[in-house]
């Protein structure tokens, strides 16, 4: 016969059981909850400025200092202004930030890449020093090299006036250089080559390929994830670059966007409306980079933190 002490026991084992469950799950419930009501208020922080920024770019008219959800109205005419309207044209700035993107990341992809390579995997005496050495230099504001920067400038003869197609060239590697060789890319590279097998290397060596078909044929395909996600960092700083091209370009033609939108101020001084137009063509780029490229973003950094 079963012994109904032992039944009663069960029971109550598996009562007690499903009720811990049910506390539990009550528990992770509560603590999604909180979470995710303490990131949706970070965000709606962090997203307010930018959507401020475009309800007043497309306002036709009042007053701008004051907080608000909703536009007093739609109208395009800022956007218009911004085309039709400025010292520089605005086309001319969009198409001066692309050639210098389109120069900075493949300058500064290449470097990185080639540098990494053997701060990676070659043995040599003092690597792990100069790599360091590298690294404490990210403790440097970008500011404290404008002076040097804009010397070696000088001195590359990178503003004299010769001709104006040459001239014209000149300046955007002016803008370009300084930020070509890039710390953040060399560690995030130098930690994805960490992670390839070395057997790989040494099989390749032993079938007599170059250091350079190696890099070729074996490192870069295996770290093409953290190569786009460093890609992307790049056309966001080179987009985004103000204060050095504003320093160096002496020819308002060329300046990029960011840079750019300064004469925007100076252009609608009565119109800040202009500006914020001015201001939201200039994020809506990147916006749009970052959502197609998001994947090998997260793919290529969770791949150099594993490296």
Do not use: H
């Amino acid at each position: 016969m079963p012994d109904p002490n032992r039944a009663v026991m069960t029971d109550e084992f598996a009562r007690t059981a499903a009720e811990l469950k049910a506390k539990r799950q009550q528990r992770q419930r509560l603590s999604n909850f909180l979470a995710y009501l303490v990131l949706t208020v970070i965000a709606l922080i962090m997203l307010y400025p930018f959507y401020w920024t475009i309800i007043t770019s497309l306002e036709p008219g009042g007053s701008i200092y004051e907080a608000k959800i909703l536009p007093r109205g739609i109208s395009f005419k800022n956007y218009l202004e911004v085309w039709k309207g400025t010292t520089v044209p605005f086309w001319r700035l969009i198409l001066n930030s692309v050639i210098i993107c389109t120069l900075g990341i493949t300058l500064s992809v290449t470097l990185a890449t080639l540098a990494a390579y053997p701060l990676a995997k070659m043995r040599f005496p003092g690597r792990d020093l100069i790599f360091y050495a590298i690294l404490a230099l990210m403790v440097l504001p970008n500011e404290s090299g404008l002076i040097v920067n804009y010397i070696s400038t000088i001195k590359l003869g990178l503003l004299s006036q010769t001709n104006p197609i040459l001239d014209m060239v000149k300046q955007y590697f002016a803008v370009v250089l300084p930020g070509a060789a890039s710390i953040v890319g060399l560690f995030l590279i130098r930690q994805a080559y960490l992670s390839v097998p070395i057997e790989l290397i040494e099989a390749a060596r032993i079938d007599g390929a170059g250091e350079l078909k190696i890099w070729r044929s074996i490192m870069l395909p295996l770290a093409l994830p953290t190569i786009a996600a460093f890609s992307i960092l790049e056309f966001v700083a080179y987009w985004n670059s103000f204060l050095w091209a504003r320093t160096m370009l002496p020819d308002k033609n060329l300046m990029p966007l960011s840079a750019g939108l300064l004469e925007l101020s100076g252009t609608f001084s009565t119109n800040s409306r202009a500006v914020m137009a001015g201001a939201v063509i200039a994020i809506l780029p990147i916006l749009i980079v970052f959502a197609f490229g998001q994947k090998y973003f997260m793919k290529g950094l969770e791949g150099a933190v594993k490296g």
